[in-house]
């Protein structure tokens, strides 16, 4: 599983890198990945969308079957399933975009967690002989306690404590380790600021850290757009709803807590961008117009059947 994940932090790396390389800011590199992210998933936010109008369409149908065929399980299904293919409905094409968004935080937290080996795509053996270096330098805070997915962060962390070895002259190219300096400066949130984005916010404990901020504005981000989205729905919020509007933003506060402060930042700007998608999507994909849409063509094309037979 981890070699699937670091699959997919690997192909983030290579679009996250010369982003980077062009931006010299990887917080700047992150929103503009983000921005790029939305438009790729955009024509599967549009599908999805469509999914949802076409299963409100057939929802009184289904309620139908479901209460005629109530004491028949197997008989409602084969019913379902000839609704579906005669109103030409997949029930599971919206599937794949939920799914996606999670791979590419998944994704993200590789490309971070491992920025040597996914990022910038050194030799997987000569950054663990880096690791192994760096945990034996007085003072450094490396050692074998640090969590494995975060090991080259540290080293990266420290690379300036470990530049004008030897070591490092011989494990990497000159180029190489211009690389390695330019990123670990990268991951600043201001020049000069000392916040680096390579942080986990835990490790500064939930009160008197600027890192907080990152797992707040995660909750904060998530809530609104969930309330926002749903009004533009026009759904109503009942009260699993709202525990579980609650639930899903926690979740996402927790895991912007204990993961490196560049994963909860993406998380930010992709909530928020996918605010701004479910404006655009209301605008010129409302479920309601939609719907009916659906029903006239389905209607136009009964009425062409019908004609010839």
Same mark, same amino acid.
């Given at each position: 599983?981890?070699?699937?994940?670091?699959?997919?932090?690997?192909?983030?790396?290579?679009?996250?890198?010369?982003?980077?390389?062009?931006?010299?800011?990887?917080?700047?590199?992150?929103?503009?990945?983000?921005?790029?992210?939305?438009?790729?998933l955009?024509?599967?936010?549009?599908?999805?969308?469509?999914?949802?109008?076409?299963?409100?369409?057939?929802q009184?149908?289904?309620?139908?079957i479901?209460?005629?065929?109530?004491?028949?399980k197997?008989?409602?299904?084969?019913?379902?399933?000839?609704?579906?293919?005669?109103? +030409?409905?997949?029930?599971?094409? #919206?599937?794949?975009? /939920?799914?996606?968004?999670?791979?590419?935080?998944? %994704?993200i &937290?590789? $490309?971070?967690?491992?920025?040597?080996?996914?990022?910038?795509?050194?030799?997987?053996?000569?950054?663990?002989?880096a690791?192994?270096?760096?945990?034996?330098?007085?003072?450094?805070?490396?050692?074998s306690?640090v969590?494995?997915?975060?090991?080259?962060?540290?080293?990266?962390?420290?690379?300036?404590?470990m530049?004008?070895?030897?070591?490092v002259?011989?494990?990497?190219t000159?180029?190489?380790?211009?690389?390695?300096?330019?990123?670990?400066? +990268?991951?600043?949130?201001?020049? #000069?600021?000392?916040? /680096?984005?390579?942080?986990?916010?835990?490790?500064? %404990?939930? &009160?008197? $850290?600027?890192?907080?901020?990152?797992?707040?504005?995660?909750?904060?981000?998530?809530v609104?757009?969930?309330?926002?989205t749903?009004?533009?729905?026009?759904t109503?919020?009942?009260?699993?709803m709202m525990?579980?509007?609650l639930?899903?933003?926690?979740?996402?506060?927790?895991?912007?807590?204990?993961?490196?402060?560049?994963?909860?930042?993406?998380?930010?700007?992709?909530?928020l961008?996918?605010?701004v998608?479910?404006?655009?999507?209301?605008k010129?994909?409302?479920?309601?117009?939609?719907?009916?849409?659906?029903?006239?063509?389905?209607?136009?094309?009964?009425?062409q059947?019908?004609?010839?037979?």
């Amino acid at each position: 599983m981890m070699a699937i994940f670091n699959f997919f932090g690997s192909i983030f790396g290579y679009v996250l890198w010369p982003i980077f390389y062009v931006v010299q800011n990887y917080g700047i590199a992150i929103i503009i990945f983000a921005i790029l992210a939305k438009i790729v998933l955009f024509p599967f936010s549009i599908k999805q969308q469509k999914a949802m109008a076409n299963n409100a369409r057939l929802q009184k149908k289904q309620k139908e079957i479901q209460e005629k065929y109530k004491n028949n399980k197997v008989k409602a299904n084969e019913e379902m399933q000839k609704l579906y293919q005669k109103e +030409g409905v997949n029930p599971s094409s #919206g599937c794949l975009t /939920s799914i996606v968004p999670m791979l590419v935080m998944l %994704g993200i &937290f590789y $490309s971070i967690s491992s920025p040597l080996t996914n990022t910038l795509h050194l030799n997987g053996d000569l950054v663990n002989s880096a690791v192994t270096y760096a945990q034996h330098i007085p003072g450094m805070p490396l050692h074998s306690g640090v969590n494995t997915y975060y090991q080259q962060i540290e080293v990266l962390n420290n690379f300036s404590a470990m530049l004008n070895t030897d070591f490092v002259h011989n494990c990497f190219t000159q180029t190489e380790i211009s690389h390695i300096e330019m990123l670990a400066n +990268g991951f600043e949130l201001i020049p #000069g600021s000392g916040i /680096s984005m390579l942080q986990l916010p835990s490790t500064y %404990g939930f &009160f008197g $850290s600027f890192y907080t901020i990152i797992p707040v504005l995660c909750f904060v981000s998530s809530v609104v757009t969930q309330i926002l989205t749903m009004k533009l729905n026009g759904t109503q919020m009942q009260g699993c709803m709202m525990a579980m509007m609650l639930a899903m933003p926690l979740f996402s506060a927790w895991i912007a807590y204990n993961v490196p402060a560049a994963v909860g930042f993406y998380w930010i700007c992709s909530t928020l961008l996918g605010l701004v998608q479910s404006i655009v999507m209301h605008k010129f994909y409302n479920p309601v117009t939609m719907i009916a849409n659906q029903e006239a063509r389905h209607v136009a094309l009964l009425e062409q059947n019908e004609r010839k037979l």
